[in-house]
């Protein structure tokens, strides 16, 4: 095996050239060592030793940390492709075996093993991740109790994750052939191998979302089997991806996973875990195959439950022929009989002394009502003369009798004063005098306002009015109006009216005001 001076000689430089021309620089040095490592050393070998400062580069994946033992160490490399296919986490102070390459890492002229693989010392690579994949899910409260789900007592669908061929499925489908109640799905799966895992979670989450479509389950539970083998065959069932996949479903899960020494994490996670796929089988079926006894036990219940029943209903019935009343039942009806003539008798007394004070009480109406009579009649007559005495004298047509007459305007409003009046308009005013047998229509020419004058005779005049109308006669009026000559006005009024009664006013006849 050739040496570091052997490989030394084969880079000296050509003759003719001065001792300062082939000094080192520290990087060709090591790559001078590297080299000769590499000549002298194997290409694979490996070294056992225990790992300390152990660490995970956060963005390449690479693993860096140093191999020891009692008395050396060194370094080690890990690089990230490599450490994927490992079945474990390494970490502090485990003993390990590490195989690969010798190198120095030129830029700090250290060397350095290149590890391609590695593997635990007295626990299998296997046995560890297993070990480490349970304290995650342990610690994350995935194997509780608590969270785990009872089992449908009678289900009537099971969905069968199992391959046919595997050992385990005839005793599975032998136990259900006993109870034609349930339907089985039966879903192929792989039971071992690389990729059984991933394709289970596969077939997991086809099933999981046929269901969300359907917006239920079709299945009350869920079962996954397969028969014994070594942990290498097993291992699918270690998955951590499966068993986090096994939480989320929608219906409990039963695992029969081996034999009754093999315990794999599915079987952790599941909420029930049977030991075989036979027990499995029997777990799900269990209260159909104990229908039969249970029906007895039911039956029994009942019947004991009706016998009990039907003895007390016997004992009441017996106490109640010796009950007095139904030996002699007269004695029921007797004080009813004698109550209900009491009743009789207090119901015809009550309506005859109703009856009296009914009777008493029209006997004071009828006097009430006469008395009122004889008395009140004379008294509203009386007044009614009174009040007719009033309105007569009330009557504008009495004042109008004794020689006095009503002045309005067109509208109809009452003329009482001579501001009412206005004068000087471009239509003069028109007046409607009103007397007893008709109206007088008249145009106001001018008003004057006299001094009061006083008077000894019953009427009063507060006010003369002096005026100039033009005046035409009512077609109301069918008689002459007599002029009456008022010794305090300016000028006399002579109204006359002879046209027909219904015939229109012609306004040449119109009599004037002098």
Known sequence: MPGFFDTFDDLKRPTGRTEDDDLLTPQALNKLVEASLKKSMPARFGVRGEISNFSRHRTSGHLYFTL???NASVDCVMFAQRASTLRFDPNDGQDVVVEGSVGVYVPRGRYQIYVQSMRPIGVGSLEMQKRQIEERLRAEGLFDTERKRSLPRYPKRVALLSS????GFADIMKVWSRTPMIEVDVIDIPVQGNDAAARIVERLHELFSHWNKKKQSTADVIVLARGGGSLEDLWAFNDEQLA???TRSPVPVVTG??????VS??????????????EAANVVAQGWLNARQTLARIELDIGRSLRVMLGAARGRIARIERHETLRRPEMIFRPLRIRLDELDRHLEQAWADRIERASSRLRDIERSVLWSRARLVPDRRARIDRIDAQLRALDPRGVLRRGYSITRRNDGSIITRTADLQTGQPNDEFLRTQLIDGEVISRLVDTHVNTPLTSTDDSTVDRAVDHKVDHKVDHKVDNTVDTKVDPRADSISETRSD?????????HRQGRLF
Request: glycine share 2%; aromatic share 0%.
């Open 265 to 278: 994490i599915a079987d952790l996670v599941a909420d029930h875990h049977a030991h075989t796929p036979t």
């Open 257 to 262: 996973i081996g034999h009754e020494i093999d």
């Open 68 to 70: 020891k033992d009692a």
């Open 499 to 507: 046209a027909p009664e219904d015939s229109p006013i012609d306004p």
């Open 164 to 167: 046919p061929q595997a050992a």
């Open 244 to 246: 986090r996949t096994l």
